[in-house]
């Protein structure tokens, strides 16, 4: 077995293994442990697999509010500054709900920024600063990619029988999007 050792001037150890093989991974990504929960398997796996696809976007948009809380200027600054700072608290508790949630079910939550963008179905919005009429669209379309698919994901989850899963993503998923969405909508001028 390798050992990290930290020896100042001298960065050679930061490139071996950081952990002992043996103690590596004990449950694969796709992986679903037995519960005790009397969900029929296959459902519980559907659940998983749909909970991680939401958690990545509902995870980039977390982001997308954090870059624009970051980026966004003019007349509106303070207020917007705010308003986007608020939201991204609030899918920040969407996404420990829907993380834990996958975890109760036995599956695996991502977790890392780079499986995160592997996984979303929102495009990647470019490193540099973009207006506020470009921020506000980004934003509203990456809410309605996520309200598309909860709203199939619950009644796939209804209809096999999770209704845990089906709450999680109505009562928490939709619902915190929705009231979002209205926010956000107020400040796109169409007049
Ligand atoms: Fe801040």
């Known amino acids: 077995m390798t050992r990290s050792t930290i020896t100042r001037g001298d960065s050679k150890h930061l490139k071996e293994p950081v952990v002992p093989s043996k103690t590596g991974e004990v449950q694969g990504f796709r992986h679903a442990q037995r519960t005790t929960l009397a969900l029929d398997a296959n459902a519980s796996l559907a659940s998983i697999d749909n909970l991680n696809q939401l958690l990545a976007d509902s995870m980039t948009l977390r982001d997308l509010y954090k870059k624009h809380h970051w980026q966004v200027t003019g007349p509106m600054f303070y207020m917007l500054h705010l308003l986007f700072d608020k939201h991204f608290e609030e899918q920040s508790r969407i996404i420990d709900t829907i993380a834990e949630h996958i975890q ?39 809410h309605e990619i996520i309200l598309l698919e909860a709203r199939a994901m619950a009644r796939e989850a209804a209809a096999s029988g999770d209704e845990g899963t089906n709450d999680v993503i109505v009562s928490d998923v939709i619902r915190t999007n929705e009231l979002q969405v209205w926010i956000l909508a107020q400040h796109v001028r169409d007049d």
Request: glycine letters at 12%; hydrophobic letters at 50%; zero cysteines.
């Open 104 to 142: 109760t079910l036995g599956g695996v939550a991502i977790a890392m920024a780079a499986d995160v963008a592997e996984g979303t179905g929102i495009p990647r919005p470019p490193k540099g600063r973009e207006d506020l009429a470009a921020q506000l669209a980004r934003l509203l379309h990456a």
